[in-house]
């Protein structure tokens, strides 16, 4: 069996993918590379292909008509045979060094018959144009070379949360907890790290700068323009994140408090959107998404409509949205994110 299987989901990819898959090929056969043609019209086919041919044993390529990132995901997860499964998406690569050290600790659970629920690493900012790299690293909440579970996690700081190129899951888990993510639909990497969490039992965090995630082209999906002109799947990723995980059900404080504190965050993302984009459509949007919060959860609205953020995104007023648009744009800075 496979220690890793890597799903890459590709979608008119064909300028970039290469150096994604060369960058996962040193992994050698103790994994299995995915590749997912979303329904490409370029030569993201043939390029997928190419490398299933050459690396028969290593690489293979699944075709499927175009169902949103999502679906590429869902259908590596389908048909992932390796014992743990990360996403790298087609413009981002990982780290060789960092890579080559997680794969040593998965073989590591492997002999030592420990497999834990999840493996945690650090992710870069590979911002284009940027002289400053940002990282985000999770050592100062996570115990560090020792499997733990979410009793032995500290608080994490604001604007610091787990990203689907911070986690590697068991594969057993993903398809047992029915991850289901939807087609044709943006922003889904939210759901994929929310909704499994509730499963994780036990977690191994390594402090190794492993995924490298690119931000830069014009048309890509996490650009603020283009988060604007896509903002109704982004408040429907919101909405789902409510529905299908009851976060007071959760009993573990820690745990819930986690879940609650990455909602929040994708929460104000909602609204600060919805006030960028300056309509007043948006703005009822803004209103009707706060509405809906109260009407699941009336506890969950209360936590995050008069939590910090949320008193700041919902200041009265056109000087008020200034606030906090200013707010939002000091965020980005120190987080380094679009």
């Not at 050290?101 to 945690?120: G, P, Q, T």
């Not at 690293?137 to 020792?146: A, D, F, Q, W």
């Not at 690119?214 to 982004?234: A, L, N, P, T, Y």
């Amino acid at each position: 069996m496979k220690l890793l299987s890597v799903v890459i989901p590709c979608y008119n990819s064909e300028e970039y993918m290469r150096y994604c898959i060369e960058s996962l090929l040193p992994g050698g056969e103790n994994v299995e590379l995915l590749i997912v043609n979303d329904g490409s019209v370029d030569k993201t086919a043939e390029i997928a292909d190419e490398y299933a041919t050459r690396y028969p044993t290593i690489v293979k390529a699944i075709h499927q008509e175009n169902g949103g990132h999502g679906e590429a995901v869902n259908a590596g997860i389908r048909n992932a045979a390796g014992l743990y499964l990360k996403v790298v998406d087609s413009d981002d690569w990982v780290d060789t060094r960092a890579y080559l050290k997680i794969l040593s600790k998965l073989n590591d659970f492997v002999l030592e018959k420990k497999l834990v629920d999840m493996v945690i690493s650090n992710f870069v900012y590979e911002k284009e144009g940027a002289k400053y790299k940002k990282v985000m690293k999770y050592e100062n909440v996570l115990p560090i070379g020792e499997i733990f579970t979410w009793n032995d996690i500290n608080k994490f700081r604001k604007g610091q949360y787990l990203l689907m190129h911070s986690l590697i899951y068991r594969t057993q888990l993903l398809k047992d907890c029915g991850l289901q993510l939807p087609k044709h639909t943006f922003y889904v990497d939210n759901l994929f790290v929310y909704v499994p969490l509730e499963h994780v039992k036990t977690m191994y965090y390594i402090n190794v700068e492993f995924y490298r995630y690119f931000i830069g082209r014009e048309d890509q999906s996490v650009q603020e323009s283009v988060m604007i002109k896509r903002i109704d799947q982004q408040i429907k990723v919101n909405k789902l994140m409510i529905d299908l995980v009851k976060l007071y059900h959760v009993k573990n404080p820690n745990l819930r408090q986690y879940l609650l504190h990455h909602l929040e965050i994708v929460t104000v993302v909602s609204a600060i959107l919805l006030i960028r984009s300056g309509t007043q459509e948006n703005l009822r949007k803004k209103k009707e998404l706060w509405r809906y919060i109260k009407e699941k959860d009336i506890d969950l609205y209360h936590d995050i409509r008069y939590g910090i953020m949320g008193q700041l995104m919902n200041l009265p007023g056109r000087p008020g949205r200034s606030i906090s648009v200013g707010a939002y744009k000091i965020s980005q800075r120190l987080v380094g994110f679009n």
